[in-house]
C-alpha cells in the first residue's frame, strides 16, 4: 500500500535525505520519496503504519519535520531552519526563483533552490556564491558634458542642453568578486615566489643563499612570507573548513584546510621546537624539514584554481547576460502626432511606438502603420530577416530593417517574450538534473573516506615505507588530502546543464528544467497535433458553399458566431468576412464544443458550425449530396466545416492551412533517430490521412477529442515507451501535461506553453530536432564531465597515496596534488563550456 503525506520543514536537499533515512527505518516501510517543492512524502508501506508512528521516527511533537494527512493544509512554521547553524547573513528566502532577482545561490546546488542575501560562500560545499541576474534594469541617463546630472528618463541637459545619454552600468557583484581574488592572487604571488625559490635554493650545490644567511634563519624569512599568504590572502579556505566542520557538511575546504593546516602549524612548531622531533625530521644542519613552501604553494593554487572558476562562471551565465543586452533602453512615443522619445519602462499597454530603422522592437505588439523586415534570429535562432505588415505582431529585442513602421504596444515588462525567455532560461540553468542524484549519493561519503585513506596513507607508510618513514607518511597523508576534488563532482552537473539551457534559448528553444534535458534524450514518440504545429497555423478561408440561402448571409450568421471563439479556424472566417464587408449580428447563448465546435443563436435562429460530431449531437442529418462534396474536399487535404441552421444543413466552409516546410525534414529527421511521430488532430479522417500521407506518418488518429489524446498518450506510457508531445492549443493542454515532455509551439497560447517543459519560440517542428539534438549533447557532456571527475579522484588518490612508489619510486608532491586539485574543477568547467559551440 501506498500513502501520501504532507511535510513541513523540508527546505533543502538535505532535508529531504534526513527525513527519507528516518522514515525508512520504520518497520513496515518499504519505500520513501520526498519532494520539498510539493511538500509531501510518498511512503510504500507492506503493512499500515499511524501517523503518529511516522511522527515519532522524524524527533516526536518537538521535531522541525511535521508530518500530517495531506488535506490538512497547515501552514505552520517550521519550528527550526535547516540552516540554523549557518550564518546569520546567510538568510534563506525559500521562494521561487522569480522572486529572487539579485540573490545569491550555490552554483552546485548543495540545498536546491535556497538563495542567500549577501554575497559569501555555501554552508556546505564552500564554493563562492553566485549571483543571480537582475531580470529587469532601470537605466538612468547623464550629460556627457556634465556628469553630475543623472536622470531617469531620456532628455535634454538643463545646463547645456546637450542629449543625455544612457549610464554605463557599474560592474556586477560578480565582477567585484573576480576582482577581490585577483587582488589576492596578486598578493599570494608576490609572496609565494620567494618562498618557493628560498626552499627550491636547498637543491642547488653550494647554495649561494647559505653564504647570506644560515638556514635557520631562512626557515624565519619563509615564516615571515608565508603569514600573508595564509593569513590574507587565502584565510577565507581556513574560515570555510572550520565552518565545513562545525555543520559536519564536509567538502573540499575541509581536506585543504586540514592538509594544509596542519604542514603550517608543523612547520612553526619543527622551527620553534626543534629538539621535540626525531633525528629522521631534521636535516643535517639540524634543522626540522619545514613546509611553508607547501603551504603558500598549495594555498596559491588552490586560489588560482578559484580565480579560474570564478571566470568560467560569468561565462556560463553568458547567454542570460546576452539575452538582456537584446533588451533596448528607450522608444519613440507617438501622442497626438508629436514623437518623444522615452525610457521603455515608461511605455503603457495601448501606446503608440514608432521604431525606426535600425532600431530594436521595445516591446510586444502590432503593427498598425506601415511594413518592414524583421531580424528575429536573437529570439528563433533563424537567420533569415521575416517580413512584417499590418497587423503582424513584432516582439522585444528584435530588430528593424531599413523602413519605419508604427506599433501598438500589447505586451509590457515582465509580460514580453523576450522577459518571458530570460525568465524561463533563468530558472531552468539552477533545476537539477535526475542524474545529480547519483552525485549527490557519491559526494555525501566522498570527504570521510578521503579522510580515512588519508589516515591508512601515514599509518601504512609509517610501519613498511623506507627511511624517513615518518616524513614519507606525513607528505602522503597530505598529498591525499589535498588532490581529492569533491568539487569537480559536483559541477559535472549544473555547468552543463546551465550552458546547455542558454544555448538552446539562442537557437529559440526554450527549456523549463533540467529533467526536460535528461528526459527529451529518451524519447522513444513524438506525438504532434496538425493545426499549427504541422500546419502553419494561419489558415485561410478557401471557400464557403450555400445551398438555398444568400452566400453573404449565411458567412455573416457565422463569422458572428466565431467572434466569441479563440479558435484559429474562427479567426480565418472573422477575416475572410471582414474582406467581404459582411453585416456581422447579435449572438445569444454561444457555447463552443471543445473538438466539435460552435453554436449559438442568431435572430432566435440556432447556428450550428463544426464538424460531423456537433451534428451528431445536435440529431442533424446531412444531405448525401452535401457530404460528397465534403469528403472530396476533405480527401485534398482541407479542412471543412459543416453549417447547420435549426438543425438544417444548408452548406460548408473550406479552409486550408499549408504544411509547414520544415515539417517533412523534422519528421524524417526524428525517424532517423529513431523516435516514432504520431499526428494525434481533431481534424476529421480524410483531412488527417492526406497530411499523414505527405509528411510519410505510418500512425495517425484522427476526431481526437482532448481526452482522446490524453488517452493515447497514458496508453503509450504504459507500455514503457517515453513520450513527448507536441502542441499549440487550449485543447493540448492536458495532453501536454500528461506526456513525459511536453513541447509548446511559441505561436500558441499561453495555456499550452504553461503545461509544456519545452517551448519552441518559432512554433517550428525543426525545433524539436534542435530540442532532440540539444538534450543529447548536453546529456553526452554531463556523462563525460562525471568519468573525468570520478576518474580523475579513483586514479589521483592511490597515486598521492604512492601506490606508485613500490614499481616506479614515483610520489606526487603535495604542490603537483594542488596544481592538479585546481585544474580537474576547471577542466569541467571548460569542458560544458564546449556546449556553446556545437551545431543543433
Known amino acids: 500500500m501506498t500513502h501520501k503525506y504532507q511535510i513541513l520543514g523540508v527546505t533543502c536537499s538535505g532535508c529531504e535525505a534526513k527525513v527519507k533515512e528516518s522514515l525508512s527505518k520504520v518497520p513496515n516501510v518499504k519505500e520513501v520519496n520526498v519532494s520539498k517543492e510539493e511538500k509531501q512524502v510518498t511512503i510504500t508501506m507492506s503493512n499500515h503504519v499511524e501517523l503518529n508512528v511516522l511522527q515519532e521516527a522524524l524527533g516526536g511533537k518537538e521535531s522541525k519535520y511535521q508530518i500530517s494527512l495531506l488535506n490538512n493544509h497547515s501552514e505552520e512554521t517550521p519550528k527550526k531552519s535547516c540552516c540554523s547553524s549557518v550564518k546569520k547573513e546567510h538568510n534563506h528566502q525559500e521562494q521561487s526563483y522569480n522572486h529572487q532577482a539579485g540573490k545569491y545561490y550555490c552554483p552546485m546546488h548543495c540545498e536546491g533552490d535556497k538563495v542567500y542575501d549577501k554575497a559569501g560562500d555555501c554552508p556546505v560545499c564552500g564554493m563562492d556564491l553566485v549571483q543571480q541576474p537582475v531580470l529587469t534594469q532601470k537605466v538612468q541617463y547623464t550629460c556627457p558634458m556634465h556628469p553630475e546630472v543623472i536622470k531617469d528618463e531620456p532628455g535634454s541637459c538643463p545646463i547645456c542642453g546637450m542629449d543625455l545619454v544612457p549610464m554605463e552600468p557599474t560592474d556586477s557583484e560578480e565582477n567585484e568578486a573576480y576582482k577581490k581574488l585577483w587582488h589576492k592572487m596578486k598578493i599570494a604571488t608576490l609572496f609565494t615566489i620567494p618562498i618557493f625559490i628560498i626552499s627550491m635554493s636547498e637543491m642547488i650545490p653550494n647554495n649561494p643563499l647559505f653564504k647570506i644567511m644560515e638556514l635557520s634563519k631562512w626557515n624565519w624569512v619563509q615564516f615571515i612570507l608565508t603569514i600573508p599568504v595564509v593569513f590574507y590572502a587565502c584565510w577565507m579556505f581556513f574560515e570555510r573548513a572550520w565552518k565545513s566542520i562545525i555543520n559536519w557538511n564536509l567538502n573540499m575546504f575541509t581536506l585543504i584546510g586540514i592538509g594544509t593546516g596542519v604542514a603550517f602549524v608543523f612547520s612553526i612548531i619543527g622551527m620553534l621546537f626543534p629538539s621535540v622531533f626525531p633525528s629522521e625530521f631534521k636535516t643535517s644542519e639540524g634543522t626540522v624539514h619545514l613546509y611553508f613552501e607547501a603551504t603558500a604553494v598549495v594555498l596559491t593554487l588552490v586560489l588560482l584554481g578559484q580565480l579560474l572558476e570564478a571566470k568560467a562562471h560569468s561565462r556560463t551565465s553568458g547567454a542570460i547576460k546576452e539575452l538582456l543586452k537584446l533588451a533596448p533602453t528607450e522608444a519613440t512615443l507617438v501622442n497626438n502626432g508629436e514623437e518623444k522619445v522615452i525610457a521603455i519602462h515608461s511605455i503603457k499597454k495601448g501606446d ?49 530593417g531599413t523602413k519605419s513602421f508604427l506599433m501598438i504596444a500589447e505586451k509590457i515588462g515582465s509580460e514580453t517574450l523576450l522577459s518571458q525567455i530570460v525568465q524561463m532560461v533563468s530558472d531552468a540553468s539552477r533545476s537539477r538534473a535526475p542524474i545529480q542524484n547519483l552525485v549527490d549519493k557519491v559526494a555525501k561519503y566522498f570527504v570521510p573516506v578521503v579522510v580515512l585513506i588519508s589516515v591508512i596513507t601515514f599509518i601504512v607508510w609509517w610501519q613498511f615505507g623506507p627511511e624517513p618513514k615518518l616524513v614519507y607518511a606525513f607528505v602522503n597523508a597530505i598529498a591525499v588530502l589535498i588532490i581529492a576534488c569533491p568539487c569537480a563532482l559536483g559541477l559535472a552537473t549544473p555547468m552543463s546543464v546551465m550552458v546547455g539551457v542558454g544555448k538552446g534559448a539562442k537557437s529559440g528553444v526554450l527549456i523549463k528544467n533540467a529533467e526536460a534535458i535528461e528526459k527529451m534524450d529518451k524519447i522513444d514518440v513524438l506525438i504532434t497535433d496538425k493545426t499549427g504545429t504541422l500546419t502553419e497555423g494561419k489558415p485561410s478561408v478557401e471557400k464557403i458553399v450555400v445551398k438555398e440561402r444568400l452566400e453573404n448571409e449565411i458567412l455573416g450568421k457565422i463569422a458572428s458566431l466565431n467572434q466569441n471563439s479563440e479558435h484559429p479556424l474562427a479567426e480565418a472566417v472573422v477575416r475572410f468576412a471582414k474582406s467581404k464587408n459582411v453585416t456581422f449580428s447579435k449572438v445569444e447563448n454561444f457555447e463552443s464544443i471543445t473538438g466539435k465546435g460552435v453554436i449559438g443563436f442568431i435572430n432566435q435562429e440556432k447556428i450550428s458550425l463544426g464538424n460531423k460530431k456537433i451534428l451528431e449531437q445536435e440529431g442533424i442529418q446531412v444531405l448525401s449530396e452535401i457530404e460528397k462534396e465534403v469528403i472530396l474536399e476533405q480527401k485534398k487535404g482541407k479542412t471543412v466545416s459543416y453549417i447547420a441552421i435549426d438543425k438544417k444543413v444548408v452548406g460548408y466552409i473550406t479552409i486550408t492551412d499549408a504544411i509547414k516546410q520544415t515539417s517533412l525534414e523534422a519528421v524524417q529527421e526524428l525517424k532517423r533517430q529513431g523516435v516514432e511521430v504520431v499526428m494525434l488532430t481533431g481534424d476529421n479522417e480524410n483531412t488527417a490521412k492526406s497530411v499523414a500521407d505527405y509528411l510519410g506518418l505510418t500512425e495517425f488518429k484522427a476526431s481526437c477529442l482532448p481526452q482522446d489524446k490524453l488517452e493515447y498518450i497514458k496508453a503509450l506510457q504504459a507500455k514503457g515507451k517515453v513520450v513527448a508531445m507536441a502542441g499549440d492549443g487550449i485543447n493540448d493542454a492536458p495532453a501536454l501535461a ?96 564546449r556546449l556553446r559551440t556545437i551545431k543543433i
Open 352 to 400: 503608440i511606438i514608432r521604431v525606426k530603422p535600425g532600431e530594436k522592437i521595445p516591446v510586444d505588439g502590432k503593427i498598425i502603420e506601415g511594413n518592414s523586415t524583421i531580424d528575429e534570429s536573437m529570439i528563433t535562432g533563424e537567420p533569415i530577416p521575416v517580413d512584417k505588415r499590418i497587423d503582424d505582431t513584432v516582439t522585444s529585442g528584435t530588430i528593424n
Open 738 to 833: 500528461q506526456s513525459d515532455i511536453g513541447i509548446a509551439m511559441g505561436t500558441g497560447t499561453d495555456v499550452a506553453i504553461e503545461s509544456a517543459k519545452i517551448t519552441l519560440v518559432k512554433g517550428d517542428l525543426q525545433g524539436i530536432v534542435k530540442a532532440k539534438n540539444l538534450s543529447h549533447a548536453v546529456m553526452k557532456n554531463i556523462k563525460q564531465n562525471l568519468f573525468f571527475a570520478f576518474i580523475y579522484n579513483s586514479v589521483g588518490v592511490p597515486i598521492a597515496a604512492g601506490i606508485l612508489f613500490p614499481v616506479f619510486g614515483l610520489l606526487l608532491s603535495p604542490m603537483i596534488a594542488a596544481l592538479a586539485m585546481s585544474l580537474s574543477s576547471v577542466s569541467v568547467i571548460a569542458n560544458a563550456l
